[in-house]
């Protein structure tokens, strides 16, 4: 696989900030923002969310579940 098939994109369409982990340390994607990744979802760590995969894009949105 080519380093542009292993790119990842990742897209908020959150109105907050979200953080995920990368390579062991928290990353955080700014509300409405969108992040490249070169090597793929390999050391990407995401907690549960609401999320839509296309192709090499991952849409996250608001959280599904909204702690009580």
Do not use: C, H, Q
């Not at 696989?1 to 369409?13: G, L, P, Q, V």
């Not at 340390?25 to 700014?30: A, I, N, R, S």
Request: no cysteine; proline share 1%.
């Amino acid at each position: 696989m080519s380093k542009e098939e292993n790119k990842i994109t990742i897209r908020s369409d959150r109105d907050t900030d979200y953080t995920f982990m990368y390579k062991g340390e928290d990353v955080v994607l700014k509300a409405r923002s969108v992040v490249s990744i070169a090597d793929g979802l390999k050391n990407v760590v995401f907690p549960t969310v609401a999320m839509k995969i296309m192709n090499n894009l991952i849409v996250i949105k608001e959280d599904v579940a909204k702690e009580k």
